[in-house]
């Protein structure tokens, strides 16, 4: 069954597939970051070029860190981003060698945000790890504002769908340069 809850999903992410949720402000589509075949997947289905990167959210700093050079932010810095999460904020930051580029894109960076939203909270937790997230739309299409047109755009391209509530947010998440401060969307 393709609607499947936050528990349930752990499965279909660790084999691989690709799932829908609500995010705070539009359905997202993610994966396992740790799985080229399923982010490839996923890049497929949104008809996005690797060379954008994609975000990575999670339910806490921790589950960040093994993709992320914290070494690089100094205190001040670190503190700037622990103070807008968890929440709609996505943050650059530098990133560890070894990322796969299918994340970081043609970036030396990688797009990260600690949501407060409770299903992906619920999905982090139970992967142990961050999720893979861009916005649930076909490149250049509006993202599905959900569950119904999830079903509509991408039944049978993923693997399942997490229904649920929208978070307050009317727009993308503010995206911010960790290092320097500089508000990017």
């Not at 084999?15 to 399923?38: I, K, M, Q």
């Not at 961050?130 to 509006?142: F, I, K, R, Y």
């Not at 119904?148 to 911010?176: H, M, W």
Request: with cysteine.
């Amino acid at each position: 069954m393709l609607e499947q809850a936050p528990a349930e999903v752990k499965q279909v992410i660790e084999s691989g597939g690709v799932v829908a949720y609500p995010t705070e402000a539009v359905y997202g589509l993610g994966c396992d970051p740790d799985n080229d075949a399923a982010i490839t997947k996923l890049l497929a289905i949104k008809k996005r070029p690797w060379e954008k990167g994609l975000i990575l959210v999670a339910s806490d700093y921790q589950q960040l860190l093994p993709y992320i050079d914290d070494s690089q932010l100094t205190e001040e810095q670190r503190e700037r981003v622990f103070s807008k999460w968890p929440g709609p904020f996505t943050f650059i930051m530098p990133i560890k060698p070894g990322i796969s580029n299918l994340l970081c894109g043609s970036f030396n960076s990688l797009a990260v945000r600690v949501s407060d939203h409770p299903t992906i909270q619920a999905i982090c937790q139970q992967l142990g790890k961050p999720l893979v997230s861009t916005s649930a739309n076909h490149s250049g299409e509006e993202p599905a504002m959900s569950h119904e047109e999830i079903l509509a755009k991408f039944e049978g391209e993923i693997d399942a769908l997490v229904a649920g509530s929208l978070g307050e947010q009317r727009k993308p998440s503010t995206i911010i340069d960790a290092i320097s401060g500089k508000i990017l969307r």
